[in-house]
């Protein structure tokens, strides 16, 4: 058996985890195998909105095993957060959660670095999170990372401490108004929840169930222009977005990928800085902004709109090897006249249809234009009932990128999606 993988083709926000609740029926197992709560993964059912930053988004299927991996970061007190809403809806996350040993944990003194860190870059920041994700993945590099399997060691605050001591003369120089004391004894407190939990050797677990034949599905957080070597440096996150990291963050030989799902939304957009080469700096970003309820999941920062880049696109689906598509968000465009998509960028008089080295230049996008829709879609699901427009829109992307759009969504609803 195969270990399916989806993943996020933009710069994050495309919607996976709804998609992911949706693909749970079909699968055994889910993991999430790279990142950590600088992801927000929403999902709608039962007129309730659900936000899960470091949790795998198939908890709220019964019966389902769910993994984090070695390659994800867990800040104890964001996870506990996490699990103590999940509990109020009747959900113990102890029962089916199991966490791999090998799971690097985000020490307070990381949030603290992070936040200083930021701060000292002054008008070059790159829109952290602060979350402390990036001095997480540096002690990870570094070697000087703390783990799960180190918890419930007779060590456990020897090392905890040693690491404290080492961020404490960095914050000498990167100082923040972050609060480490009072943080501090509740990711205390935290740490005896995880406890609680399984731990696991996740490499043989996961192996031994691929070999037994449960069908798996790893989840990926942020999105490929992300990804810390071919996104758009330095604006990016600090771990491997694309599908080759499910493989380092899981545990598992590249001959064991199966489906990539690639999610996009039907026009892009990005949080914090960065290049944007579709950006809308207009109304028509505005609109989107605003009827696509654009604000980040876990900082509530807007988010920047903008048309659908099929030169990214492109360059995504290249590197992830995506079998199937998923696009979402398609209802947001309901009331345009017109929707554009960039098919090239126009660099110092140069036209070019794939991404270069830097796209922090002054280059133009050069857009084919379609006819929008202009139907209310949000209630269609079955693929006959979509119009003639947004078909010919989605035609175009497949033709493009040689890869099939396999599901719509078409609302934020779980049942809002429609199968092709």
């Keep these: 058996m195969k270990v399916d993988v989806l993943l996020g083709l933009q710069w994050g926000d495309e919607g996976k985890g709804k998609a992911v609740d949706v693909l749970t029926p079909n699968y055994d197992v889910i993991t999430r195998f790279q990142g950590g709560p600088n992801a927000g993964h929403s999902l709608e059912f039962n007129n309730m909105k659900h936000v899960l930053h470091t949790i795998p988004s198939g908890v709220f299927h019964q019966n389902k095993i769910n993994i984090i991996g070695n390659g994800v970061v867990v800040d104890p007190v964001t996870f506990a957060e996490e699990f103590n809403g999940l509990l109020k809806l009747g959900i ?6 199991y966490l791999s040993k090998k799971t690097h944990l985000i020490l307070p003194s990381h ?44 060590k456990f605050n020897e090392k905890y401490n040693k690491a404290k001591d080492q ?65 758009t440096y330095p604006f990016v996150t600090s771990s491997n977005t694309v599908c080759a990291g499910a493989c380092t963050g899981m545990g598992i030989a590249p001959q064991k990928i199966g489906d990539v799902y690639g999610i996009f939304k039907a026009y892009i957009t990005r949080v914090g800085s960065g290049p944007f080469p579709t950006e809308l700096n207009d109304q028509t970003g505005e609109e989107i902004r605003k009827i696509g309820r654009e604000f980040g999941a876990t900082t509530g920062r807007p988010r920047r709109c903008g048309w659908m880049d099929l030169v990214a696109l492109k360059y995504v689906v290249m590197l992830n090897g995506v079998t199937k598509l998923i696009m979402t968000k398609a209802d947001v465009l309901d009331a ?17 249809d794939y991404m270069p080295y830097d796209i922090d230049v002054d280059l133009e996008p050069l857009y084919k234009e379609f006819k929008g829709w202009k139907k209310d879609i949000t209630k269609m699901r079955n693929a006959d009932e979509l119009p003639a427009e947004l078909l010919e829109y989605i035609k175009f992307i497949e033709d493009q990128v040689g890869v099939p759009v396999s599901i719509v969504s078409v609302g934020p609803e779980r049942d809002a999606t429609i199968f092709r």
Excluded: C
């Excluded at 701060?119 to 570094?142: F, H, M, N, R, V």
């Excluded at 960028?345 to 070019?352: A, F, P, Q, R, S």
């Design 167 to 231: 961020h404490k003369k960095l914050l000498e120089i990167y100082p923040s108004d972050f609060n480490l004391d009072e943080y501090e004894q509740e990711w205390m407190k935290s740490i005896e929840l995880l406890k609680e939990f399984t731990h696991i050797d996740s490499e043989h677990v996961i192996n031994n169930y691929v070999n037994e034949g449960k069908k798996m599905l790893a989840e990926g957080a942020q999105g490929t222009l992300l990804d810390i070597d071919f996104g």
């Design 111 to 154: 949030r603290a670095l992070d936040a200083g860190k930021e701060a000292a870059k002054g008008k070059e920041k790159i829109g952290s999170t602060l979350k402390g994700i990036g001095p997480a993945y540096t002690d990870k590099t570094a070697r000087t990372g703390l783990r799960i399997g180190d918890i419930t060691s007779p």
């Design 92 to 97: 113990d996350l102890r029962k089916n959660l």
């Design 336 to 352: 345009f006249d017109t929707i554009k998509i960039a098919t090239g960028y126009k660099i110092n008089g140069e036209v070019v």
